[in-house]
């Protein structure tokens, strides 16, 4: 087949490569002119206007990784060379994990730490050295070409037409056309264009502001101890530590975007004076580091869904689709988009050899990405409800279930074996988002330990109350 990706973000490399490895002719396209860097860090600089998403932390889950373990194993070799280490969790237990022993399978409990510009680069690199890829970059595609239909089929696309900077227009002909430009897609329009219906959607606004800052590890000093993605929930602003690739790391803060009195943060004296209050950070700025970027703010995060079916089931147009956060977005602050991006691709691949391609990745989508965006959703409303923002009756069951969470799971991982494994299954997509608590052992693990929750003694804080922080800034 020809391909033609239109984006070459995550989600469209992970697409190209994958079709291009099961012998299709690819072409990607890309908006932004972005010239190949020479190295990782050089890439760190790369101008990606179009994805302001790079400039912020990234975790590349375990469902991700053990994709291209099994898949594309000369692309995850490539990324560790590139700098990217493993985050082998069952390496660095809680001390108070003492009964743990090892499992068949632990070893795939395995997430890569790494900018989101270094895997970029490294799985273009990757993808161009594929037999049949043609990266064509500083294309603005402005709809698609396509068979009209009739009553009885849907329009056919058969290829694009766009611009480039010099008003130079071109139509690429193709026999299917993926649309891999994330959530702002502009596709919705292009199908209404050639005749197709509205894709229907739905969409749960976030209402989170994202402030990120990267730092470089200074000549001769390492990372502290406490060595892994860390953070916690101060309930008035959420915040991790992301360790990334060639001694990088980050610092990130989610806030509630009605918040004013926290958007101090984005100016980097304020940003500085906060990451130093919380206890999680405060390792890796004892002066064994140094900013590398100022803060970089991002609003705008959404979970989103389209559809590409009718309420029958049928495709409301053949011959192309969306992958990636152009179809199935979710809420950045759980860390899932590039892993599920990764995973629809290779899906989308595996199914385009069937003569109902379309119907079968609708199925695919719903099976594999559907629940995790449900899930997004409600942790947004269960974390908008327990900041404040919706006040819980006592009897109101989701009230328990908060206590649960907060007074019987967390303090399960730390102590129970299968809690801690299931976490870390639940947690880097290898299960599905309901299988934590479904399972007998786990859940009783975890009420015992809501059961004893009065004679634990009170866990550390993650960080100062509300009016401290504020003061100290």
Known sequence: MRIVVVGGGVAGLSTALAAARAGHVVRVVERDSTPMPESADAAFAWDRRG?????????????????LVDRAPDVYAALLAAGATELRFVET?????????????????????????TFEWV???????????EFIDGLAVDGLVA?????????????????????TAVTIDADVVVDATGPRTASPQWLIDVGAAE??????????IYLSRFYRLRDGDDVPETAGPIGGDLGYAKYAVFVGDNRTFSITFALDIDDKAMRVLTEVDG????????PAAQPWLDGRSEPITDVHPMAGLRNRRRFFVDESGSPIVRGFAAVGDAHVCTNPLYGRGCSLAMVHAFGLVDLLGESEWERAFHDFTERELDPWFRAAVQQDRDAKALAGGEPLA?????????????DGLLPAVRTSPAVYRAFLRWFNLETTPDALMNDAEVLAAVMQSYAERDSRPPDAPLGPDRATFLANL
């Open 394 to 406: 006592d009897d109101d069951p989701r009230a328990f279930m908060r206590e649960v969470f907060r």
């Open 93 to 117: 237990l809680p001390p108070t994990l003492t009964d743990f022993e090892p499992r068949d399978g632990d070893d795939r409990l395995c997430a890569i730490a790494c900018r989101r510009t």
């Open 199 to 208: 894709p229907p959607e739905q969409l749960i606004p976030s209402e989170i």
């Open 51 to 67: 994805a302001p998403q790079v400039r912020h932390s990234h975790a590349f889950l375990a469902r991700l990784r053990n994709l």
């Open 271 to 278: 940003f500085e004076a906060g990451a130093a209050q919380l």
């Open 123 to 133: 799985l273009r690199r990757a993808a161009l050295a594929a037999p049949g890829v």
């Open 147 to 167: 068979e009209r239909g009739c009553a009885e089929a849907p329009p056919r696309v058969i290829g694009i037409h766009g611009r480039r900077a010099d008003g």
